[in-house]
Structures are given as C-alpha cells and as structure tokens.
C-alpha cells in the first residue's frame, strides 16, 4: 500500500507557467518534506512543514513555495518555472522530528519545463 | 555547514560484498542515515547510526565512527536488485534536517 502519494508522476510546463504539484499522505506523520533531485545528484531539501509550521531552507529560491491545508496533504508550487528547475522533486514525511525517526519518500514527480 | 563524500560508483558481481564509505564534516551531529533509491525511484531508509558500532539488517550492516567522522554501509550476498543508488545522509546541528551525499551507485553484474 502506498503511503506517500505524489500526482502526477511525470508533469510538463511551460516556461514561466505556474505549476503545482501533490502529495498526500495515509501515516498520519507530523513532518512533511519537498526535496529537489536533478540527475545523478542527491535531493537536496527545499523546506519542510512540522504540523502547521512552514520551514524554508535558506538557498531555496522565492520561486518555490509551499501549502499545507491539513494533515495528510502538502503541495509544492512553483510560480514561475525557469528551465533550471526541471528535475524529480520528491515529497518526504517522517514521525516526528527526533533524530533516529526515517524519512518515508513518494515517488516523485518528474517535473519538465517547455 | 555540512559536507559527505562517498565513492561515486562501485561494481561488483553477485554474491561478493561491498562497502560504501562515507566521511561528513557537520557543525553538530545527530546521526548517520542510509538511503536506497533505484532508478527512477524512491529513496529506501536502509539504516540509522546515532551510536558508535555496527548495525545489522539482514544482509545489509551499517558502520559508525563519530571521532573519525566516518561511517559505511557494508552489503553481503549481492543480488542483482542491489544494483542502486546508495546515499548516506546526515541530521547537523539543526537537528530535522537530512543532509545527503552525492550517492554511490552500485552496478552489480552477473
């Protein structure tokens, strides 16, 4: 059973079109992750909510925002894609916050840029 | 900030065994993670070390040595479906956020 669920797997847009992306979740965790992974690189973390509070890493860019109406579903927007932004973006959950607690990944979206 | 270094690439054949060394330079440290991910696919929690020591998951085991800054995953009995990406991750200082290395991608051949 899934139980990280990004829609769609692979999503195209075009250059400047804003474009939203999903995922939702059947563990209940408090955290919920977006990391971006471009080719043969590790994913590297864009912010990440805990419960209702929004945490935005430093080097991510305006471009990139973030909503998190309940629980079980979270949603990376992206205002205005540049063509650098073209790569798998992968939404995380995990428990909580402790240290040994593991990240559970979806599958990703594959996002492309016209 | 934090930094890993891991091999980028491996190859081994079936049945041998490997090990991923992985070094990290973090201001604080709250543990060393390993993460599988297939082509085109999910990132896999394999293993966490918080503690100094060996862990072991079936064929897998997981090393850490935090005066050395230093861990690796070791995998046994290679089977073809090992052939992934393999990532070591790191919580720092900020405590809820997984820094990962670039992956070492492990090729394992017949």
């Known amino acids: 059973d899934a139980m990280v669920i990004q829609n769609p797997r692979y999503q195209v847009t075009q250059f400047g079109k804003p474009v939203t992306l999903s995922c939702s979740q059947t563990l209940n965790h408090n955290v919920m992750y977006w990391y971006q992974q471009k080719s043969s690189q590790a994913p590297k973390l864009l912010f990440h909510?805990?419960?209702?509070?929004?945490?935005n890493e430093a080097d991510t860019p305006d471009n990139f925002q973030s909503r998190r109406p309940n629980t079980s579903f979270c949603f990376l927007d992206i205002r205005s894609p540049g063509l650098g932004d073209a790569a798998m973006y992968l939404c995380?959950?995990?428990?909580?916050?402790?240290?040994?607690?593991?990240?559970?990944f979806g599958d990703g979206t594959r996002l492309s840029i016209l | 900030g934090q930094s890993l270094e891991q091999p980028s690439e491996v190859t081994a054949v079936e049945g041998a065994i490997v090990q991923i060394n992985c070094t990290y330079q973090t201001s604080g440290f709250y543990g060393l993670s390993w993460y599988q991910q297939h082509d085109g696919g999910a990132p896999t929690f394999l293993s966490y070390?918080?503690?100094?020591g060996l862990e072991e998951t079936g064929r897998f085991s997981s090393f850490l040595s935090r005066s050395d800054s230093y861990g690796y995953l070791l995998l046994q009995e290679l089977q073809m479906k090992d052939s992934a990406s393999y990532f070591c991750?790191?919580?720092?200082?900020?405590?809820?956020?997984?820094?990962f290395g670039g992956g070492t991608r492990v090729l394992v051949k017949p």
């Open positions: 995380a959950t995990s428990r909580d916050l402790q240290k040994n607690q593991p990240q559970h």
């Open positions: 070390n918080g503690l100094d």
């Open positions: 991750a790191v919580k720092g200082a900020a405590g809820n956020k997984l820094t």
């Open positions: 909510y805990y419960d209702k509070d929004f945490n």
